[in-house]
């Protein structure tokens, strides 16, 4: 005799806690396909319109809140259940034909995924937009430039702030060029095999506005590889503001009050009355092990599986939905967060007199005479290591103390340590020079018209696809 599924291994195995939220991808890829079942004969018109009827219906219900999800074992069963309810079980039973969950799913993730690393660049575009402003408001503001923490060369304030600019740009390109490969259509692979139904699979993906199909249908259904390169690339992304949060905390502090942060952006303590801690700049560090793990779960997952599905690719969404919703939301916060941060130029200032910041200038100033470079150094270095035995400053160093080469002594020597012409003096490509961090801004600026203006078009590409399927709008 035949049993019914345990109660509790059904509990164990359900996945419409999570995937309940890809409904309006299921609803989307299950209306281009019932388009594709009509144009190749499959079902006749009128069964169509039906189909997409019903469809249309299911999604305002879901969006009102009247469906409760929890009855049912996946998304996929919700709506092909609430579809026969309402077209009927004759016409309804039809959407499903030569399509399976495995690559129903995936397709749902793809359509997911495609439009979620949209909003992801937009909001580090709002988050680069304000490190621009800050560098803007900031171009004259001369700080410590630091390596292993130490004090090293005087920057313009603003070129720090740049530095991370150009790093969340790189994650902006990493998630484009991951977008590449999201952006293919993987339903038509069915089971593993494809089907002996004349299906089209190129008319699905013009209608859902893929640009190409997946070859393979046993790599279609059975890799979720494009979602491990998302988390990676939302990992590194997380890096980057873990180390931007970090600078926050640490320029906050009383030890180098370098940044004062707005009140609406810190907290207290429940003890001591004089605190105020920056605890939005710490959960930006302390988010990232969420995020990295999220990698480090579905790579685990992903690890050793045969081809082609197999019930443990259930579990990539917990990991991808975490780490999505834990991205857009750390961006949003730290682009405010940056809004709401304040240079202490005074700070700043005071913090340029202690380290021998311009050593390395006296250094070039030489070479710059004739002197080789490694002497030069040396001869610097001596020389800070005598000035900082007796507490004293490379402005307290005279011409007798130049030695050998005193004959090479300027007469402009306070402009030579000076730190504030220090980063002036730079003309590299890339510097800390004023000319170099304007025209920093300027590319900066460019490279926001052009993130904005992709995702615009990625967006109005995928509304217009919803639109002619679902029939009216969606925020998407």
Same mark, same amino acid.
């Given at each position: 005799m035949e049993k019914g599924l345990d109660q509790e291994v059904k509990e164990f195995s359900t996945s419409i806690p999570e995937d309940f939220f890809l409904y309006k991808y299921d609803l989307w890829g299950s209306a281009a396909h019932c388009k594709m079942l &009509?144009?190749?004969?499959?079902?006749?018109?009128?069964?169509?319109? $039906?189909?997409?009827?019903?469809?249309?219906?299911?999604f305002q219900e879901i969006e009102e809140g009247k469906v409760d999800p929890s009855p049912f074992e996946d998304i996929h069963s919700l709506v092909e259940i609430r579809l026969r309810e309402i077209a009927g079980e004759k016409i309804g039973g039809k959407l499903h034909t030569a399509r399976s969950r495995n690559d129903q799913v995936v397709l749902d993730e793809r359509l997911f995924l495609r439009e979620k690393i949209g909003e992801v660049i937009e909001k580090i575009s709002f988050l680069q937009e304000a490190l621009l402003r800050k560098a803007q408001e900031n171009k004259d503001v001369v700080m410590p430039g630091y390596t292993h923490l130490q004090p090293a060369q005087p920057v313009l304030f603003a070129h720090h702030l740049l530095a991370y600019f150009f790093m969340f740009q790189r994650d902006i390109e990493r998630l484009e060029d991951t977008r590449k490969r999201v952006n293919v259509?993987?339903?038509?692979?069915?089971?593993?095999?494809?089907?002996?139904?004349?299906?089209?699979?190129?008319?699905? *993906? $013009?209608?859902?506005?893929?640009?190409?199909?997946?070859?393979?249908? @046993? !790599?279609?259904v059975s890799d979720r590889d494009f979602i491990l390169e998302f988390l990676?690339?939302?990992?590194?992304?997380?890096?980057?503001?873990?180390?931007?949060?970090? &600078?926050?905390v640490l320029w906050?502090?009383? *030890?180098?009050h370098f940044l004062e942060i707005d009140d609406a952006?810190?907290?207290?303590?429940?003890? @001591?009355?004089q605190k105020k801690n920056p605890d939005v700049a710490e959960l930006l560090r302390g988010k990232t092990g969420e995020v990295l793990s999220s990698w480090v779960s579905l790579a685990i997952t992903l690890k050793g599986l045969p081809l082609t599905y197999n019930r443990d690719l259930q579990q990539d969404k917990p990991p991808l939905f975490r780490a999505t919703k834990e991205t857009l939301s750390s961006l949003?916060?730290?682009?405010?967060?940056?809004?709401?941060?304040?240079? !202490?130029r005074e700070s700043m200032k005071k913090a340029l007199s202690v380290g021998f910041l311009t050593a390395t200038d006296l250094c070039e100033y030489l070479v710059g005479q004739g002197v080789p470079f490694r002497r030069a150094h040396a001869w610097v270095g001596e020389m800070v290591k005598k000035l900082s035995a007796s507490g004293k400053h490379l402005r307290d160093l005279k011409k007798e103390d130049w030695g050998e080469y005193q004959h090479l002594f300027p007469e402009n020597w306070e402009e030579i340590i000076d730190e504030e012409k220090s980063v002036r003096r730079k003309i590299s490509e890339g510097s800390t020079s004023p000319? $170099?961090?304007?025209?920093?801004?300027?590319?900066?600026?460019?490279?926001?018209?052009?993130s904005r203006e992709r995702v615009s078009s990625w967006r109005k590409i995928e509304q217009e696809s919803w639109e002619n399927l679902m029939g009216g709008s969606c925020v998407l």
């Open positions: &009509e144009k190749v004969g499959i079902i006749s018109e009128k069964e169509s319109k $039906e189909i997409l009827r019903g469809l249309r219906v299911i259509l993987p339903l038509g692979a069915g089971a593993l095999s494809g089907t002996s139904l004349p299906i089209d699979r190129q008319y699905v *993906a $013009e209608l859902l506005a893929f640009p190409r199909v997946q070859e393979n249908s @046993m !790599d279609a990676g690339g939302l990992s590194i992304l997380f890096l980057h503001l873990s180390r931007w949060g970090e &600078e926050i906050s502090s009383p *030890a180098f952006f810190t907290t207290g303590s429940s003890i @001591m009355p949003r916060i730290a682009a405010r967060l940056t809004q709401n941060i304040f240079p !202490d000319r $170099e961090v304007e025209r920093e801004i300027k590319i900066g600026e460019e490279l926001l018209v052009q």
